[in-house]
């Protein structure tokens, strides 16, 4: 295994030995967690005291130190490991936790660690959906603001041309065509008229005004011509000028 600075931040990195991978189990776990090339290790710990003078995990209550021990357990795939600050065989402080899934130990981030991530990554999104939007923004001093997308003229080239539809006639023409048709109408009444289609139509019935009697038309007659051939009455002459006397 290479070595790893211990600089680097231990929340982006992993370790794994693959010749402990198929033999893991909770009896052994501890041991391949304090392999010398773990970097998450501390050989300062009392459980490297306690493995070189071959004793039991049990004399860690009895010592003052950091040290580590096994949490949870669930196997094959996953083991739960927890460093601690040990103060009396009563009382201790959690210092990290780490975390082996199949064979590959990382460690656990904390709180403060995990919301500060996701306050990052929502930033992030934000600001670059901020400067997207900003891209599309156009100004101009007579225009004003307004947007221009990338994909706006492709869309407008792609969409059919649809060909506007000429109006066989202006209002004016169809108001002026509705009178004479009224005018012809009333003119040349019909003759025929069909109440549904399919029917059979039926003859109109035009009312005929009475027409005058000869008599009176003739006098009517000889009254225009009398009227027409009097002589007309004489036109005075215009007054005669006189001398003003001085």
Known sequence: MT??????NLLGISWVDSGWVPI????NVLDYFSERSNP????????EVVKMQRLTLDHLNQMVGVEYILLHAQEPILYIIRKQQRQSPTQVFTLA?????AGVVYQAPDLGTVISSRVLSAVHGIQSAFDEAMSYCRYHPSKGYWWHFKD???REKAKPKSKKKEEP???FQRHRVDTLLLDLRSKFPPTFYQPKPGEKPIPV???KEPEPPTETVKQEERELATKSSAPAPPSKPPPEKRARLQ
């Open 40 to 47: 998450f290790y501390d050989r300062t710990c009392n459980n």
């Open 152 to 154: 706006q003229e492709e």
């Open 97 to 101: 936790d780490y975390y082996i899934i």
């Open 205 to 207: 019935e035009v009312k």
């Open 169 to 171: 006639s202006s209002m």
């Open 24 to 27: 893991l189990n909770p009896t």
């Open 3 to 8: 070595a790893v600075d211990f600089r680097d």
